[in-house]
């Protein structure tokens, strides 16, 4: 089962929006609706930000949305705040093989 | 509140086996599959398999399979990764989540194992 793909960087600047993508196949992103997304800051343990496509957990603020089209996922971060610099992380359960594949990761950049 | 504390950090030496624990409390076990992840020094997270809280079952990703071994202690409300035949790039974080909804909401705080001679 292949990592999906996510752009390796990203960036924005202080308040403006910033949309990473998450591309898989038919075998996962395309056939699931349990697409999720992570922050991760070094040394922290990974937060969940997005479950089932584009629900939040409580406490996690509506600047962090997601969607899907296609075999392709989606997290927008609007807002930017500082404290948004992490690597983030797609997942998405693969039915065929009864397990969750993560994506590559990619580094926001907070200009 | 939920919470998975996992034991401490191990050095072993190639070739040599690794067994990391993962304590839960806040809810009940037999509820939720655990799940484990490791991040490699510089690499990405990377998904290792999960155990059901309810019946032991277990699914590996394919590239551990025949090195590692989950299993649990519902008397303890425990869940354990067994890693075995480390090599130098076993080196990681591993952590353990609470499985829901195939997600993590709750994680452990990671443990680190070097594998170095």
């Known amino acids: 089962q292949s990592a999906l793909t996510q752009p390796p960087s990203a960036s924005g600047s202080p308040g403006q929006s910033v949309t990473i993508s998450c591309t898989g196949t038919?075998?996962?992103?395309?056939?699931?609706?349990?697409v999720s997304w992570y922050q991760h800051h070094p040394d922290k343990a990974p937060r969940l930000l997005i479950y089932?496509?584009?629900k939040r957990p409580s406490g996690v603020p509506d600047r962090f949305s997601a969607s899907k089209s296609g075999n392709t996922a989606s997290l927008t971060v609007s807002g930017l705040q500082a404290d948004d610099e992490a690597d983030y992380y797609c997942t998405s359960y693969a039915p065929s093989y009864n397990l969750v594949v993560f994506g590559g990761g990619t580094k926001l950049t907070v200009l | 509140q939920v919470q998975l504390v996992q034991s401490g950090a191990e050095v072993k030496e190639p070739g040599a086996s690794v067994k990391v624990s993962c304590k839960t409390s806040?809810?009940?076990?037999?509820?939720?599959?655990v799940a484990w992840v490791r991040q490699a020094p510089g690499q990405g997270l990377e998904w290792m398999g999960w155990?059901?809280?309810?019946?032991?079952?277990?699914n590996y990703a394919q590239k551990f399979q025949g090195r590692i071994s989950m299993t649990r202690d519902t008397s303890t409300s425990t869940s354990y990764m067994e890693l075995k035949s480390l090599r130098s790039d076993d080196t990681a974080v591993y952590y353990c989540a609470r499985l829901e909804f195939w997600s993590g909401r709750y994680w452990g705080q990671g443990t680190l194992v070097k594998v170095s001679s």
């Open positions: 089932e496509l584009n």
């Open positions: 155990i059901s809280g309810y019946n032991g079952n277990t």
């Open positions: 806040g809810y009940t076990f037999n509820t939720y599959a």
């Open positions: 038919t075998s996962d992103v395309g056939a699931s609706s349990y």
